[in-house]
């Protein structure tokens, strides 16, 4: 091979790879269903991924990581999944809600064209004693991201439950709070159509 063969090639990569956009950023958030995604990138290989996930973390807490853990990355798309715990340690649906509109305004005044995914609360076995509490919750959040067109709600919830409307236990760990395998795959293949 020659010099200039060599020189032609490389610059025959770099006009593909400038003419090739490139792919989209996905940051995710929240508790542990999200930092114990351990396919994340696998499930989404279209676009890039970054897991900012914190274990037994609460919506607030998502609030407080947006300034130097999500903003700085200029995402197209926020996906968060929080809520859950803060309604198991006692908060009410509403507080959820307000901390929620909060999570919002906050990217919407820094990131105004970038999307965000809202994951339902999840039905899990363990904190079924919390029903009430976590329709309540997924019903505000629900009725908040129809008004605004950037904020898209995905229901796991209905997908997660068994023909008998209980908490389906195949698709959690041992600990019935935790998602497996099959658990994770319902939420590639919900979150996934959020993202397309």
């Not at 999200?34 to 990138?41: E, F, T």
């Not at 968060?80 to 919002?104: H, M, Q, S």
């Not at 970038?114 to 079924?128: A, D, L, N, Y």
């Not at 068994?162 to 590639?188: C, R, S």
């Amino acid at each position: 091979m020659t010099v200039l063969f060599v020189l032609a090639l490389f610059g025959a990569v770099l006009l593909w790879f400038a003419g090739t956009p490139p792919m989209a950023l996905v940051v995710f958030v929240g508790s542990s269903s999200i930092a114990d995604w351990a396919l994340l990138q696998q499930d989404f290989s279209n676009v890039r991924t970054i897991n900012r996930g914190i274990g037994g973390s609460e919506l607030a807490d998502s609030i407080a990581i947006l300034k130097s853990e999500v903003i700085p990355h200029r995402p197209r798309t926020i996906v968060i999944y929080a809520g859950e715990n803060d309604l198991d340690v006692g908060k009410t649906p509403e507080a959820v809600y307000v901390d929620f509109k909060t999570f919002v305004a906050k990217i919407h005044a820094t990131l105004p064209e970038t999307r965000i995914v809202f994951i339902s609360i999840k039905p899990s076995p363990s904190r079924w004693h919390i029903k009430n509490k976590i329709v309540a919750a997924n019903a505000l959040i629900a009725e908040e991201c129809a008004k605004d067109t950037l904020c898209r709600f995905v229901d796991v919830y209905r997908k997660m439950l068994t023909p008998e409307g209980k908490p389906n236990a195949d698709l959690f760990q041992e600990d019935m709070l935790h998602m497996n395998n099959a658990g994770y795959a319902i939420w590639k293949h919900v979150v996934g159509a959020a993202l397309e």
